[in-house]
């Protein structure tokens, strides 16, 4: 299938969605299909008209979103989101950001493994890089010295101040928080999977129907927050798996639009940066959230806050001997 016929439209400019609403149908060559919205939003214009054929992959409208990952892209470019293209918006702080386009001094690119991968961390076009190693060669030296791309800046700002403003909304619930020092082993695909059953067995804690664990990932834009549905339920290898590839896009700023929202408990992991602990914080429409912190070579700490509107202090308790005894 390389092309479909857009037939009508289920919404129009300046609508408000939420994630599920159909926005449009298509007809195919095979098939007739409904295209729902990947995120709640607004939506801000209608690229294409009824009955115009549409190459897949192409824009049929954009939206704006705010979701519980901001300001990343939507999967791989080669996996196109259903021809609806979610744009997410600039907060106010966008406007102290300067957006100039980056300057190209350097169209035949060399650089060293390491200073590539440093670059494409840090978010910096190595066409913007004065090169001064043997051979007009970009070196480690060069990256630390060079400017981010204004775009991915840009970009890095509305993810901060998104977040920010999120954490800001729940700093008024009534919360509590319990912390554990464990021996145990285990990664990120183990752990998750420990954390869901544990809160299979609360129901009352979930505000979704499926249990859904956001694992917090540093991105070259931010903090990306790909959700796990039901880890639980997967085999470990399979999970395993899940989590090494949508670590490794989310490291680039690509978030799968399946992975945006559902969150009902959020994870971050220190233990990579030789923190010890931190009262983990409570992301908006969450219960409950987890952090993992660095004690030694053999422990670590696990800290965990509850929402006391859903749990009293006995159930946090309970609920962190539970995680740490299925570690």
């Not at 390389?2 to 098939?31: A, C, R, W």
């Not at 409904?34 to 409208?61: C, N, R, Y």
Request: contains cysteine; negative net charge; glycine residues 6%.
């Amino acid at each position: 299938m390389e092309t479909g016929e857009l037939i009508n439209f289920h919404v129009k400019v300046g609508d408000q969605v939420k994630s599920g609403d159909v926005l449009f149908e298509v007809m195919t060559d095979k098939i007739d299909m409904e295209v729902e919205a990947p995120a709640d939003g607004v939506i801000e214009s209608l690229v294409v008209a009824p009955g115009a054929v549409v190459e897949i992959g192409k824009p049929v409208l954009i939206m704006l979103t705010e979701t519980e990952v901001m300001a990343f892209d939507f999967g791989d470019d080669d996996q196109p989101v259903a021809g609806v293209e979610v744009a997410t918006p600039a907060p106010s702080v966008e406007a102290n950001v300067v957006a100039a386009a980056p300057i190209i001094v350097n169209t035949n690119v060399k650089a060293v493994p390491k200073a590539r991968v440093e670059a494409a961390n840090r978010g910096i076009d190595l066409r913007t890089v004065n090169p001064t190693g043997p051979d007009r060669t970009i070196t480690m030296q060069d990256v630390n010295g060079a400017q981010l791309d204004p775009a991915i800046v840009k970009r890095q700002a509305a993810n901060k101040a998104l977040i920010a403003k999120g954490i800001e909304m729940t700093r008024a619930i009534a919360q509590a928080s319990f912390n554990r020092q464990v021996t145990a082993h285990f990664d990120h695909a183990s752990f998750i999977a420990a954390w869901a059953k544990v809160l299979r067995g609360r129901p009352d804690l979930a505000a979704h129907e499926h249990i859904g664990v956001a694992l917090i990932i540093e991105s070259k834009y931010g903090s990306a927050l790909p959700v796990f549905r039901d880890p639980d339920q997967a085999s470990l290898d399979d999970l395993r798996a899940l989590v090494a590839s949508t670590t490794d896009a989310a490291k680039n700023g690509k978030v799968p639009v399946a992975m945006l929202s559902g969150a009902t408990t959020t994870v971050f992991d220190l233990t990579t940066y030789s923190m010890s602990s931190a009262t983990p914080l409570l992301f908006p429409n969450q219960i409950t959230s987890v952090t993992i912190g660095y004690d030694s070579q053999s422990s670590k700490n696990i800290s965990l806050t509850i929402d006391l509107n859903f749990c009293d202090f006995y159930d946090g308790a309970l609920l962190l001997d539970a995680l740490v005894a299925s570690l």
